[in-house]
């Protein structure tokens, strides 16, 4: 059995992380997303808010669990038995911070095996903080976030 971590900051979850969370479990028999908490990182919602949105969009799918974690990534997959990491790699943005975070995971942990998903087309555009923009802007969110991340989105940041 394949276990993978999708480990990010999920700041909320978008349909880009979900996409990418649909095609993780149609391959890994279990997938473990990991909400990670950053206390450096300035973070719209809690970890517990952020664990709280994940949870209700994967309702659907049976093989993928929710957990936050701290500290360093590959430890928690290692505590959560998981043998694959998994990441989104949108177009050119995402490809040097993800390859230089691959060789120091793969320094570190050489029997975890890092598998990345080219974003859907749909999505490539799609990012937390661009989305926390648009809300702030009185923009439409729709086939971007499930409803409920729109609604937890409007409420923290429309007055
Ligand atoms: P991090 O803080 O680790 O970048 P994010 O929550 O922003 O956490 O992203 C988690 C993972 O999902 C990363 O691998 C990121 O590249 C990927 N990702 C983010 N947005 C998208 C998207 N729209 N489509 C596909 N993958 C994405």
Request: hydrophobic share 45%; charged share 25%; with cysteine.
């Amino acid at each position: 059995m394949t276990t993978a971590i999708y480990p990010g900051s999920f700041d909320p979850i978008t349909n880009g992380h979900l996409d990418i969370v649909k095609r993780a479990s149609s391959i890994f028999e279990k997938v473990i997303l990991g909400v990670y908490d950053i206390p450096h990182k300035s973070l719209l919602f809690s970890v517990d808010e952020r664990v709280e949105l994940a949870c209700k969009a994967i309702v659907d799918y049976k093989n993928v669990q929710v957990i936050a974690y701290s500290g360093i990534t590959i430890e928690f997959a290692r505590q959560a038995k998981a043998q694959v990491l998994v990441r989104g790699l949108r177009a050119s943005s995402d490809f040097e911070r993800e390859f230089e975070m691959a060789l120091m995971n793969k320094k570190l942990a050489p029997d975890i095996e890092l598998v990345c998903f080219m974003a859907n087309l749909r999505y490539q555009f799609l990012s937390s903080s661009l989305l926390k923009e648009i809300i702030t802007l009185g923009g439409n969110l729709d086939d971007m976030v499930p409803a409920h991340v729109s609604a937890a989105l409007k409420k923290k940041l429309l007055p």
